[in-house]
């Protein structure tokens, strides 16, 4: 995920990286690594330090400095990129930029290609 | 490309969703997207978070996904059903084309696909479900997803980064981090295609034919900015190793 600040809204994180933050850690399907930083301020708009989580969830961040932004890479503790056979949430736009969200196809059984025009 | 088979799959529960992994946005995909005239959703993913969320290291690739939103075949060379006139398919009547060209396209003729088993697998799951012999177990499907170690993870961000440097505009700025990213994930070939074909083509080539350049340019090797380019390394790999043979 792209973040142009070290601290980013809880939701924002959870969106970007697959990783939800709960009482016990931060968890994806069955894992969950337990974490010493907690969200503060309080509602929607709880604020994480990205560079802590990252830290402690072995996520990479690399940055662009004349950009002034970073990268937050994915997780590697499974060795595989798939932790879990639940599929993770694509969320992308169409041609026309309408956002389209995969799991508004559950019910369905789906083929996703990837394809490119190069 | 697709749109005949979701046409004979829809009614028996099918959806397809193609993503193209495009950097460039929307327009660069528009003619094609245009020319297969789908039904289904067709999305743009300019960031390749198809490939980091679904292990996609080449393209074109599948994954098939179930009724309750499980994985049940990771992502996996899923041959284009070779029913669709691409825009510009033959940009070379009545003239000779750069050797440069040539020579790709006599390395792409050995590239070997299984499009005939794998549509017929996905007929398969999509009359039998989990019953399907091609419907793997939730351990499989974990275990044939893409290996990611620390470096991987590390490339991954490095190429979301690239892409962003491209879409502000910048990219010479890019460069620097579609390298990183192609040495820290070097077996993924669509980020080495994606970075390629971004560079200038050779031999007055315009259109989407352009796109398939991605080498340098004769006599300017000293000026090409990465480490391999398209010919070079299918060579060195052997075309016929271009995508991993598919497993039932």
Known sequence: MLIDSLTVPQSEFEAGTGWRLKPQGACKGDVCIPITDRPTGSGPDMMVDVASLANQLSLPLVSDDAAGVWALGPDSFGTRTLMTAESPNLMLPDLDGNQFELSSLRGQKVLLVAWSPY | ?248
Not at chain 2, 165 to 187: C, M, N, S
């Open chain 2, 1 to 248: 490309m697709w749109q005949a088979l979701r046409t004979e799959l829809n009614p028996a529960g099918l959806e397809i969703v193609t993503v193209a992994l495009e950097t460039s946005g929307a327009e660069a995909c528009r003619p094609f997207i245009e020319a297969a005239d789908p039904d289904h959703p067709t999305l743009i993913d300019q960031h390749h978070r198809m490939a980091e969320l679904f292990g996609v290291v080449n393209i074109p690739n599948g994954v098939w996904i179930d009724e309750n939103g499980s994985i049940i075949r990771p992502a996996e060379p899923a041959p284009a059903p070779p029913s669709i006139e691409r825009p510009a398919a033959n940009p070379f009547a009545g003239v000779e084309p750069p050797k440069h060209l040539t020579d790709i396209m006599s390395e792409a003729v050995k590239i070997q696909t299984s499009g005939p088993q794998y549509e017929s697998a996905l007929r398969d799951w999509v009359a039998n479900g989990p019953a399907s012999r091609f419907a793997l177990s939730p351990d499989e499907v974990v275990a044939r997803s893409q290996p990611r170690n620390a470096e991987a993870a590390r490339g991954q961000a490095h190429f979301e980064l690239a892409a962003h440097l491209e879409q502000l505009g910048r990219h010479v700025d890019a460069i620097p981090h579609y390298r990183e990213a192609h040495r820290l994930v070097p077996d993924n070939f669509s980020y080495k295609r994606q970075a390629w074909s971004l560079e200038p083509s050779g031999g007055e080539l315009t259109g989407p034919v352009s796109r398939f350049w991605q080498g340098p340019l004769e006599g300017e090797s000293a000026e090409w900015p990465y480490a391999g380019d398209w010919l070079t390394e299918v060579r060195d790999m052997g075309a016929e190793n271009y995508y991993p043979t598919w497993r039932p």
